[in-house]
């Protein structure tokens, strides 16, 4: 407590940057995998195929790649893009197969209905698959939300900072106030965003709680209703 | 790319196999750490998993400590531990019991969970106890699911036991420390290479078995959901 009274302003500082290494990795990863996740469920051979890929890549250990990426794209190991591209791969690995199982989840008795009503392909998946795509959407980014900001800590040991950068330095000083600021500063920051994350998702999806609370049954979207 | 090379051309001399930091030793301790971990964090959270499972009580609760457990992040906890209990190998375990406790919890519970009531209900009509529903029912049809929390657990496990060697002086995070502090690339790479190696092996070991348990379970098309369930908690937070 006493620390963070002495320091709070590096302590923002920080909380910022890690915020600038986490938003940019969730967004990339929402725009690769969404598109990514569409196909792997229209075309479940190759797409089995990804999806068996992506959780490879998801177990390649964190550390070993920050190391790895800079030798492959050639860019210097102490940068925030290091981080932002280690932390988009996580992003997508995780999401892809929650993107798929979305899409999965569209009856395809909608979509034959949208089709047969004339909806073009473009049209029938901006205006229909996505919309009701986006409950099940939402919840795998949202774990991706909560397990970037957890992630983003490690680049402090390679030297990128972020509230993880509370960790190395109070280890190597012996403060545990540093590292306790550090820990809920980076719980209290992957809380805010999911919160965000799913305040959004309610907005976006104003069909699935007039479902709720009027108890109507199973009205799934606003082709349903 | 030559730093592949160069990478390579470590991990060929033999003079970094052998020895008290070869390779060979620090793969062992890598895997020792991990498997540890594992046993506790087993032990402390399968029977738990199982009994919200088997009652169906206290599951929200059992949600909110892993949803939580989950968003800790594992190097503040690692740090933390070191500067408490001093360097050593106490700080790591700890911190890879905590990461590796949601993972197996919710393999137990929604694996014991998904096996259809009907079916509970039948075992018990014929006579079971409650200890062998558990033993002679829930668990061999909920084995895939519970395997698919061990996977995932695992995984995450094998991956962060990396950062062991921050605290203490074990396992193949050792050549990364050592290379990043020395500036030797080369090294570092080699040991990033070794760690995804490792994971990647556990990983279709695991995978392997999990496809075992799938089909020691599934003799009908009937039971795909446990299988189904199993592939969506794959992955760590």
Redesign the interface.
Known sequence: MTWLLLNWPQALQLAWTHVLLSVPAITISVLVAVPLGRLAHRYPRPGGALLSAA??L????????L??IP?VLGIPLRSSATMVVALSVYGV??LV?SAA?AFGAVDARVRLAATAIGFSPWALFWRVELPLATPVLLAGVR?VV??T??LA??G???GIPS??S???D??QR?I?GE??T??VA??AL??ALDGACALTGRALTPWTRSARSEHAGRHTGPVAA | ?N??ADALTWLGDPSHWSGRTGIAQRAAQHLGVTAGALAIAATLALPTGILVGHTRRGRSLVVAISG?A???????????A???LGIGLQAPVLALVVLAVPSLLAGAYAGVESVDPVTVDAARAVGMSEFQIITRVELPLAAPVVVGGLRAAT?QV???A??AA??SDTGL?RY??TG?RSRD?PQ??A???L??AL??LL?AVLARLQQLATRATTSTPRHGAPARLA??L????
């Open positions: 959780s490879l998801y177990a390649i250990p964190s550390l070993p790649l190391i790895i030798v690995a995780l197969r199982d774990v909560v397990s900001v957890g800590t490690i402090a040991l390679v509230l993880g509370l960790f190395t109070g280890f012996g545990a590292v306790i550090g820990i980076t719980v992957a809380l | 790319m730093l592949f939580a989950r968003a800790v992040p594992t190097l503040g906890l690692l740090t933390l070191a500067l408490a995984l094998v991956a962060t990396t950062l921050y605290v995070g990364l420390f990043l690339y570092m790479l040991g990033a290479l760690v995804a994971a990647l990983e592939a969506s794959e992955g760590h937070a």
